[in-house]
């Protein structure tokens, strides 16, 4: 029992930490550029970023806190360098990346990817902390560097436009956090145990 850790406690040595935040932190990346090979790509910088600068980081802070702002960071530097490359703005790119399985659930995966990439890249990604990754909003505010209030605006307006896009039916809960979903993202978060 001792040899588990709970997600809120640190762990003796942090290089070992980072290493349970690699499948959250490609979730993430994915959800912000779209790609498969440029969300791993995103997590392989952010972790090198994280390991030269493990020294900064202070013990007893959250760890997945502090990995995820360097993934966004790491991303935001890197779309202010690719101002000048041609957008995917028609989806015919995106249109060419290989199908996700079927989706049992209500929605199909297809219809809920195609709305999903079409919301504010701020909005992708404070709804994939809060809705898929499970940080509070006050976590998701810190690691996006904004206000507390502007995350939670962000959720309810890609929830909105989300929920407009797929023609849900007035107060028909839009939940990001079935399994199903998850797992196609990427993410593979624990079952028991996940934060709300």
Same mark, same amino acid.
């Given at each position: 029992?001792?040899?588990?850790?709970?997600?809120?406690?640190?762990?003796?040595?942090?290089?070992?930490?980072?290493?349970?935040?690699?499948?959250?932190?490609? &979730?993430?990346?994915?959800?912000?550029?779209?790609?498969?090979?440029?969300?791993?790509?995103?997590?392989?910088?952010?972790?090198?970023?994280?390991?030269?600068?493990?020294?900064?980081?202070?013990?007893?802070?959250?760890?997945?806190?502090?990995?995820? @702002?360097?993934?966004?960071?790491?991303?935001?530097?890197?779309?202010?360098?690719?101002?000048?490359?041609?957008?995917?703005?028609?989806?015919?790119? &995106?249109?060419?990346?290989?199908?996700?399985?079927?989706?049992?659930?209500?929605?199909?995966?297809?219809?809920?990817?195609?709305?999903?990439?079409?919301?504010?890249?701020?909005?992708?990604?404070?709804?994939?902390?809060?809705? &898929?990754?499970?940080?509070?909003?006050?976590?998701?505010?810190?690691?996006?560097?904004?206000?507390?209030? @502007?995350?939670?605006?962000?959720?309810?307006?890609?929830?909105?436009?989300?929920?407009?896009?797929?023609?849900?039916?007035?107060?028909?809960?839009?939940?990001?956090?079935?399994?199903?979903?998850?797992?196609?993202?990427?993410?593979?978060?624990?079952?028991?145990?996940?934060?709300?």
């Amino acid at each position: 029992m001792d040899n588990l850790v709970d997600e809120g406690q640190a762990v003796a040595d942090p290089s070992q930490e980072i290493v349970m935040h690699l499948p959250a932190m490609r &979730a993430f990346a994915l959800s912000l550029t779209r790609n498969s090979s440029q969300a791993d790509d995103l997590v392989q910088d952010a972790i090198m970023k994280a390991w030269e600068n493990l020294n900064s980081f202070q013990a007893g802070t959250n760890m997945r806190a502090w990995l995820f @702002t360097i993934l966004r960071n790491t991303f935001y530097s890197d779309q202010r360098k690719r101002k000048r490359e041609v957008q995917d703005t028609d989806g015919v790119f &995106a249109a060419g990346l290989s199908e996700k399985p079927d989706h049992d659930g209500r929605l199909a995966m297809a219809e809920f990817e195609q709305a999903f990439v079409q919301l504010k890249t701020e909005q992708r990604e404070a709804l994939m902390l809060v809705g &898929a990754m499970g940080f509070s909003y006050e976590e998701a505010a810190e690691t996006c560097g904004v206000a507390l209030g @502007t995350v939670k605006s962000r959720v309810n307006r890609a929830r909105l436009k989300l929920g407009e896009m797929l023609d849900l039916n007035e107060g028909e809960p839009l939940d990001l956090t079935d399994q199903q979903t998850k797992a196609v993202l990427g993410a593979q978060m624990p079952v028991s145990g996940e934060r709300q």
